[in-house]
């Protein structure tokens, strides 16, 4: 099993920043695929960054250039740096894994205000 702890998110100004931490522990050598998703009330849950294994990354339109996802494997985290927050970036985030199974942390609220 792996257990996710998400940390890192609060209240921002538009065009301000802020890094999500997600801590990784348990079966964390098993983890193929790690990284964010956000989610609005009455919509999906959507895909914001991910990194596999070997340290590729994958970013939302809506974000590249803004956000970056990174890690530190000593420390089994991994980042979301977000830059140049927007209104419209307000949303739950929460970290998953993919092992043979999925994964998800508790989540952390991002707000941006106008």
């Known amino acids: 099993q792996v257990q996710l702890v998400e940390s890192g998110g609060g209240l921002v100004q538009a065009g301000g920043s802020l890094r999500l931490s997600c801590a990784a522990s348990?079966?964390?050598?098993?983890?193929?695929?790690i990284g964010w998703y956000r989610q609005t009330p009455g919509k999906q849950r959507e895909l914001v960054a991910t990194?596999?294994?070997?340290?590729?990354?994958n970013y939302a339109d809506s974000v590249k250039d803004r956000f970056t996802i990174s890690r530190d494997i000593a420390k089994f985290t991994v980042y979301l740096q977000m830059n140049n927050l927007k209104p419209e970036d307000t949303a739950v985030y929460y970290c998953n894994a993919v092992t043979g199974l999925v994964y998800w942390g508790q989540g952390t609220q991002v707000t941006v205000s106008s």
């Open positions: 348990g079966s964390t050598f098993r983890i193929n695929v």
């Open positions: 990194m596999d294994r070997g340290g590729r990354t």
